[in-house]
């Protein structure tokens, strides 16, 4: 992709929705890094990694090969209109919803010194087991599932078509939707996993620790399959891999949907280049909404097994 038009899609995305889309999913730095050293929470800068090719043999078919077409719905330009101006209605409220998210997450987890492993604090696992139950459960925002919803049915009416909605300007109000989505989230659930591993925690407190990390990815995944949401899960998920805590059995699986989504992203990214042709950038749009529940349904059938095998 041009690199002009890597730019224009930054600003689009605000900055942190577009950078951790574009993430090459692997281990953070070594954990006796100083924290001085560490990359902030708002950027969560990862070392590349090139995912693990698909098994020619292997009988996964790719996502964006698998899709049917959802059928576009029929609506007067009026109800299109209405539905479009109750949709932008959320754009406050979600704003409001993530700063009272912000304000709790510095609560139970104040400043950046969490990031450093080998802090005494964590050999308490069961205090730190149970801030990580509470920063799961505040993830879930009904607020933000009923704005995708109303997105994703305004971008299947036929009107949006014949309106005057710009459809990057769209899609960069659907890819901020996420709410309480700080990257520092991540971080501290990374940071607990690998002082699980150097204090030697006992085995039933590692899997209180994995079945709330995995509550944490499984928040709102099937309900808003956002982009940002997949890069959330997914790079939790390939952290527990690189950190022992899933079996060494799913790589390969993990590794190319990871790889299939960002290639995908990438290629909606290219096709939705403002002043391209806008019946064809719609179509690459509704065509994105269904990859994107593809592959949350995909990663969601990982997380079950996951989880199952974690609770015998």
Known sequence: MKSKNVFKLAALFGGVAFFILLIRFGLREDSETSSKARPEAQTIVLPKKEPTPK????????????ITKRKQIDSSAEEFLEKYKRFRAFTPLLTQEDKKCAEQLEQIIPGEDFIDSADDMYKDYGSIIEKIQVISSSLYRPIAIKAYQAAEEIAFMREFENS??????FYSTLANINTCRDPKVLNYMITAMEAANKFNWPAEARKKLISNVLTAIYHDLNSMPTALNLSFSMHALNSMLELGFVSDTYRSEVEYLVSEVM?????????????????KSIQELLFDFEVRKGAAGRLNDILSKIQLENEN
């Open 263 to 279: 290639e995908h992203q990438v290629t909606v990214m290219e096709r939705l280049e403002p002043g391209g042709d806008r019946r």
């Open 164 to 169: 005057d909605v710009d459809v990057m300007e």
């Open 55 to 66: 098994d020619p043999k292997s009988n996964v078919t790719s996502i964006r090969n698998s």
